[in-house]
């Protein structure tokens, strides 16, 4: 089962988890007063003003910050290690942001050691919440009861999902041959409808039911289907259904009657202003942060290449309605990487990136530079990554509706980045597309500043980059 939140579909204990914790941060900030001043609530708020404000800034930041390091995201496959350096990285964040609101805001100010005493009860929290939540939520607590209505190739793209996190949020019951439809799925998982779809979903407990047919002009079960509709099942094509849960758009399920009258892709004035004004935002921000970075940079590449040699490399892109324009990057490979009109993927151990482009590749620092595509309206801070014109054309010709990602302007950041890790084959290409199609889909203020909060462990934990 899932709820949707800033554009995204996110699994139901995700969400339980995500309250639990505040709660528990916004306990651990109080906690932490009453441990640091040994007074009573009533004489501390005599003294230093109300708690409950910091308290709550304190567990909202902490939220964040767990957010930006991927500990609220149902894709998340790191081990143990793995969290606990994602734990102790989102902590750290928070004692820093937390401690810059007080020094802007001296009204905020609690004390000294508040903060520290907060932070270690906050990951002490974090630590017992999610053992409990592990222990005490079942595999099928939380999970949606699923019918599907189909047995051929449609319906084996839900029987076939392989990855954990797609199948999260529901549990298929079974699944049922609609007439004169070739069956592939096993015996064992068939359901026979012998009273109607609307008595078969009530002894099994369903709560919804996936139309996955092969071919609906023939045999399609109308009635049956508007009774189970009536009694309070839900009823879904089989794409929202994979849309849903897999937080992609699945290309060989896609029909373009499905795009047209189903909900999303919309782009009012408001969205359009939005976007404007959180690019402009974020871009004078970044150029703030990372000013000295990039002099740093541009410095160590003329070190390691010479005085003469170029320190931004320039390269032709497709953007909005398939127009080009020229993406600015700072050089990470050899001068001589590519011939004159010779566009080549980038491939893991690249021999072309020189050792200053390996640091900053990996660091995405290379990217900094494309601000200046997002001031002169080339990109926006999130959407889909900008190819090549020789790829797009070669890629147009072999992946169904690729040319529709040129809908959006194209971002240094987005859904696919966070998703999929970096892409250098066609295959790649058709899997982050599906990804970039749901962002399309599902775009909108908050779910672009989701992205962003996001990207920080794409940045700090070096994910996808080569």
């Not at 790191?78 to 937390?98: D, K, M, Q």
């Not at 032709?316 to 993406?327: A, I, N, Y």
């Amino acid at each position: 089962m899932q709820v949707r939140v800033l554009g995204q579909h996110i699994p139901v204990p995700i969400a339980v988890l995500t309250v639990i914790e505040g709660a528990i941060f916004f306990v651990a900030l109080i906690v932490a007063a009453l441990m640091r001043f040994r007074e009573d609530i009533g004489t501390i708020e005599e003294d230093v003003g109300p708690l409950w404000p910091r308290a709550l800034l304190f567990s909202a930041v902490m939220i964040v910050c767990l957010l930006a390091f991927g500990l609220y995201s149902g894709r998340q496959r790191a081990r143990t290690f793995g969290i606990v350096v994602r734990v102790i990285a989102a902590s750290a964040a928070c004692l820093a942001a937390t401690a810059v609101v007080f020094y802007l805001i001296p009204n905020l100010y609690i004390g000294r050691g508040v903060l520290a005493f907060a932070v270690a009860g906050a990951v002490g929290g974090v630590a017992v919440s999610r053992l409990v939540i592990a222990h005490v939520v079942g595999d099928d607590t939380f999970k949606r009861r699923v019918l599907v209505y189909g047995s051929g190739r449609s319906a084996a793209a839900i029987a076939n999902l392989r990855r954990r996190s797609d199948r999260r949020g529901f549990t298929v019951v079974g699944f049922v041959q609609p007439p004169s439809e070739v069956r592939i799925i096993p015996d064992d998982r068939m359901l026979n409808p012998e009273h109607g779809l609307r008595e078969l979903c009530e002894r099994y407990d369903v709560a919804e039911v996936v139309v996955a047919m092969e071919d609906r002009r023939r045999g399609f079960p109308a009635r049956d289907l508007l009774e189970c509709r009536l009694a309070g099942i839900d009823v879904v094509e089989l794409l929202t259904l994979l849309e849903r849960e897999t937080g992609r758009v699945r290309i060989d399920a896609l029909n373009p009657s499905w795009m047209i009258f189903g909900d999303g892709f919309r782009r009012d004035s408001f969205r359009l202003m939005s976007s404007r004004v959180l690019d402009l935002t974020a871009s004078v921000l970044l150029v703030l942060l990372t000013a000295p970075i990039m002099l740093l940079t541009a410095l160590a590449i003329k070190l390691e290449d010479g005085w003469h040699a170029p320190v931004f490399y320039r390269q032709e892109r497709v953007g909005l309605g398939g127009r080009t324009f020229e993406l600015l990057k700072f050089r990470s490979m050899r001068t001589d990487a590519e011939k004159p009109g010779e566009a080549v993927w980038a491939q893991k151990n690249d021999t072309r990136v020189t050792r200053v482009g390996g640091i900053i590749r990996k660091l995405r620092i290379d990217e900094l530079p494309q601000i200046l595509n997002v001031l002169r309206n080339d990109m926006g801070f999130v959407g889909p990554r900008p190819e090549r014109p020789a790829f797009v054309a070669e890629l147009a010709e072999k992946i169904p509706y690729y040319v529709q990602r040129h809908c959006v302007k194209p971002g240094i950041t987005g859904w696919a980045q966070l998703c999929y890790p970096y892409g250098s084959s066609e295959q790649d290409a058709l899997e982050k597309l599906q990804y970039d199609l749901y962002y399309i889909k599902n775009n909108c203020f908050l779910f672009d500043l989701s992205i962003l909060v996001q990207t920080a462990e794409v940045v700090f934990m070096g994910k996808g980059a080569r």
